[in-house]
């Protein structure tokens, strides 16, 4: 792998905009920023291929006009035309040589310059799996922010710059994309989109045959029989013939026939159990749902009584004498959990240094997998990073300086610093920063014992979603460009505190940087010193 990006940085780096090729575009933004100049790169190549096919047609067209007045004139009086000697030559050098040019001129491929340009940046194209990332993306931010499928496909979301719609092409590929995962959810929203954007008289190649084909079967495999049928009608009608079509309503007539067969004899107490366990299951709200609640806002679980005693203050970092002149502004986000915000502490010069350093190195977001203790990618994690070092920037150093001033622990056995970008629906779903119990391997190799604490640096606004959430605890952070959060996964008793779980919310418009330091438990013996228990 790291092979691979050295030969293509070294072989086509001079090429193109970005150093290499990699899949998984559609998890930051970062990357796709370049295809959007390679594309307009296209565009101008194309544009030349126009203008250089144009100025060949027009110059075939000044030798058909001339020749056609000519031979007009010849073939009236072929005789007395060819009495002029100079008629005579011409005829002879017009034949033998200039009609051959033209033939040459007629043949000649103007395409050259767009072909190979396209030939050498299709190599570093998305592929099928980032236009299949980019389509769960979007079927995942409707999930989490209760998007009506109408409202998406129209484009009207919340703070976007420039508006966009879905075509019902469109939307059949979205449906199509959801019904390969078996989701037949979203093709039953996706597919129905599409049938509507025709049916309200959008021109388009999308074929309702296909749709209403995908749609029937979604609406089955959800348990409609009686909608599949409708739309399995509406198929027929529209190709009596449609095999499987056919086939599917005999299919749903028969059992359709035997659901009836089986209602008559079925009694009111299995009706009765079933609508019981419907009720426990609306009672108890799995994690996926209090996650999505706090990313749109809503189930926040903080009292007033607990509200007036969060504060804000000036912070001096405990008498630290770089702070003591100019405190830092502190604010309490919430209780418990302690988490504290620190707001103006980071600037815009060193937000720019600190993204520019990420960006040739920013690669799929991996995770600890807890059977192998090894890195992986996962659907769960959205977004791409990559490391800084201290040693590489005064930057980077005089950041690390600020956290351990500012948290009052050792910087120097925590992990380098990560920088994260997330795209449109990047995210990472909820997870503790810290090692469990079961997985006491989790932070082996560094030697510094487990994460005692988080340092989150929002190094951007984000137009709508992308929260930090604490799902156990109902607690929402919204990014604010140039604020830090900070607070302590371990007891200090080095308990992990299970209340910390968190998530970062799918981004729904806009682009999120976060920069964070997990510090560890090393170095910190006299800076936060142990407890027996976790209440200490
Ligand atoms: C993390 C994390 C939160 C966020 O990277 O571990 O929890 O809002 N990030 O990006
Ligand atoms: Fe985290």
């Not at 371990?490 to 779980?501: A, H, I, M, Q, V």
């Given at each position: 792998m790291a092979f691979n990006k050295i030969w293509c940085t070294v072989a086509l780096g001079l090429l193109l905009p970005f150093s290499c090729a990699h899949t998984d575009f559609f998890t930051s933004i970062g990357h796709m920023t370049d295809l959007i100049h390679t594309e307009k790169d296209l565009v101008v190549s194309l544009k030349d291929y126009i203008k250089a096919e144009e100025s060949k047609l027009e110059q075939i067209k000044k030798w058909a006009e001339k020749l056609d007045q000519l031979t007009d004139t010849a073939t009236k009086d072929p005789e007395g035309f060819l009495g002029h000697p100079v008629n005579a030559f011409k005829l002879m050098k017009r034949l033998n040589t200039e009609w051959g040019e033209l033939e040459n001129l007629v043949l000649k491929d103007m395409s050259d310059g767009f072909i190979s340009n396209m030939t050498i940046q299709r190599q570093f194209f998305p592929n099928d799996e980032d236009q299949t990332g980019a389509a769960k993306a979007l079927l995942r931010l409707q999930d989490t922010y209760n998007l009506d499928t109408d409202t998406l496909s129209r484009g009207n979301l919340p703070g976007v710059k420039h508006k966009s719609f879905l075509t019902a092409e469109d939307c059949f590929e979205l449906g199509k994309i959801a019904y390969t995962e078996a989701d037949y959810y979203h093709t039953e929203l996706w597919m129905e989109q599409a049938l509507k954007q025709l049916d309200e008289g959008e021109v388009s190649s999308a074929d309702k045959v296909y749709i209403l084909d995908y749609l029937s079967y979604a609406v089955y495999q959800q348990g409609d029989l009686a909608k599949a049928m409708a739309l399995t009608r509406r198929l027929l009608e529209l190709d009596p013939e449609h095999q499987r079509a056919n086939g599917n309503m005999k299919y749903f007539e028969y059992i359709m026939a035997k659901e009836k067969e089986a209602n008559k004899s079925s009694t009111d107490s299995e009706d009765q159990a079933e609508k019981e366990t419907e009720v426990k299951k609306k009672d108890y709200l799995p994690e996926r749902r209090k996650y999505e609640m706090l990313c749109r806002g809503e189930g926040l679980k903080m009292t007033p009584r607990r509200q007036k005693r969060l504060f804000c203050r000036y912070y001096d970092g405990n008498r630290n004498p770089r702070y003591i002149l100019g405190p830092v502004k502190q604010e309490d986000e919430w209780d418990k959990p302690r988490i504290v915000r620190f707001l103006d502490i980071i600037s815009d010069e060193e937000i720019e240094t600190v993204k520019e350093l990420a960006k040739p190195r920013l690669s799929r977001a991996t995770v600890h997998d807890p059977e192998t203790g090894k890195l992986t990618t996962a659907h769960y994690r959205v977004s791409k990073s990559a490391w800084l070092s201290g040693y590489e920037s005064p930057v980077v150093s005089r950041i690390n300086t600020r956290i351990q001033d500012l948290t009052g622990l050792d910087v120097s056995t925590a992990e380098e610093l990560q920088v994260a970008n997330y795209g449109v629906g990047g995210q990472y779903e909820p997870h503790f920063d810290f090692g469990r119990k079961d997985e006491p391997d989790a932070f082996k190799e560094l030697g510094t014992g487990n994460r005692i604490a988080t340092w989150l640096f929002y190094m951007s606004d984000v137009s709508a979603g992308g929260a930090t959430v604490f799902p156990e605890v109902g607690a929402s952070v919204w990014p604010r460009k140039g604020t830090a959060v900070f607070w302590y996964n371990?007891?200090?008793?080095?308990?992990?505190?299970?209340?910390?779980?968190h998530a970062a919310c799918p981004v729904l418009v806009g682009n999120k940087w976060v920069s964070n330091k997990w510090l560890h438990e090393r170095g910190q013996e006299f800076r936060r010193p142990c407890t027996l228990s976790e209440l200490e």
């Open positions: 371990l007891f200090p008793s080095g308990e992990g505190d299970y209340s910390t779980r």
